[in-house]
């Protein structure tokens, strides 16, 4: 079975979307076979990976689109899955083994459009598509928005590992506070859907720290959400053996350069060469297939 991990903060602007975006291609540098799933309407991962060319017309038919296994409902997540998703200069795969399924802006209408059989939730459709073609992949990463609505809902039902980024400041902790409450809750309305053969349902196993400042002393923030996951740990509300994370990823001009070239940090050759944030989702991305959750 892969591992499925969804990367979820409450708060915005934290860097889900980069850490997963770049974690995704190391992973795949080191062999793994990985499948990114874009679940964020805003589409950030989908319209890096694919350049706007190539997102573009995806966007405006809905074909293709993480959406359309809902509505209309004729495709499978398999068939949406873009292989080896990037494309260099000459059209060849600089990256063998990162697969996107991606998603539009309609993905919003998942939330109040879309009436589906109530016994059949969309996190339930999208669980067992994702379960037809799971032996595919050692990786499966969910890219979710900063909420637990339905497109969320996807990505943490599926997943059996969640990871939380976090920056070094107060408003981090407080959205990693909410996550836990609105987690807890989304189990129990989920639990009558969930079956032995899908695994636990996911808890938090980690915080990741990203975007830390050359100079900056986080080890005042790391307390605070050091005792804050204590807390959660004591009171069973994460995985048992939940931590933050060793690796952390330091604030690097190039990972806002990487968005606009359409490609992960480690891919941009010169442009990167020797910048020590490559080493950091290196180190991340090591630690994580290290680290399985232990049962
Ligand atoms: N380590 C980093 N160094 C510099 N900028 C970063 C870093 N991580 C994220 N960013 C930038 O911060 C912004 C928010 O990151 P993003 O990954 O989109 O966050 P989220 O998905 O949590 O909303 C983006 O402009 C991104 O390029
Ligand atoms: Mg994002």
Same mark, same amino acid.
């Given at each position: ?146 909420? #637990? %609505?339905? =497109? ?15 920056? &070094?400041? *107060? /408003? ?71 931590? #933050? %994370?060793? =690796? ?15 490609? &992960?940090? *480690? /891919? ?28």
């Amino acid at each position: 079975m892969a591992r499925k991990l969804a990367f979820i903060n409450y708060k915005g602007g934290v860097g889900k979307t980069s850490l997963i975006v770049n974690t995704a291609a190391c992973l795949a540098r080191l062999g793994q076979r990985v499948l990114l799933c874009d679940f964020d309407t805003q589409s950030n991962a989908s319209i890096w990976l694919l350049k706007l060319d190539r997102w573009n017309p995806i966007n405006t038919t809905g074909v293709g689109a993480v959406f359309s296994i809902f509505d209309p409902g004729k495709v499978r997540v398999r068939d949406l899955v873009i292989r080896d998703v990037l494309t260099d200069k000459a059209g060849g795969h600089p990256l063998k083994g990162l697969d996107l399924v991606p998603t539009t802006f309609n993905l919003v209408d998942l939330e109040s459009e879309y009436t589906g059989d109530p016994k059949r939730p969309a996190y339930l459709i999208f669980q067992e598509q994702i379960a037809e073609i799971e032996k595919d992949y050692d990786f499966i990463l969910f890219d979710c928005p900063p909420n #637990i %609505l339905r =497109a969320s809902q996807c990505g943490i039902f599926t997943a059996n590992e969640i990871y939380v980024p976090a920056n &070094p400041d *107060a /408003l981090s902790l407080i959205g990693f506070t909410l996550l836990i409450e609105k987690l807890g809750r989304f189990h129990q309305l989920s639990a009558s859907f969930r079956q032995a053969s899908m695994g636990p349902a996911a808890q938090v196993n980690g915080i990741i720290f990203n975007a830390i400042k050359t100079g900056v002393d986080i080890e005042v923030p790391r307390m605070r959400m050091q005792l804050r996951l204590n807390q959660f740990k004591a009171a069973k509300r994460t995985a048992k053996d939940a931590r #933050i %994370l060793t =690796a952390f990823v330091r604030d690097a001009m190039v990972v806002r350069r990487a968005v606009a070239l359409g490609m &992960p940090v *480690a /891919l941009l050759g010169q442009e990167a060469a020797g910048d020590n944030v490559v080493r950091d989702y290196e180190h991340l991305a090591e630690e994580l297939l290290r680290n399985p959750p232990t049962a």
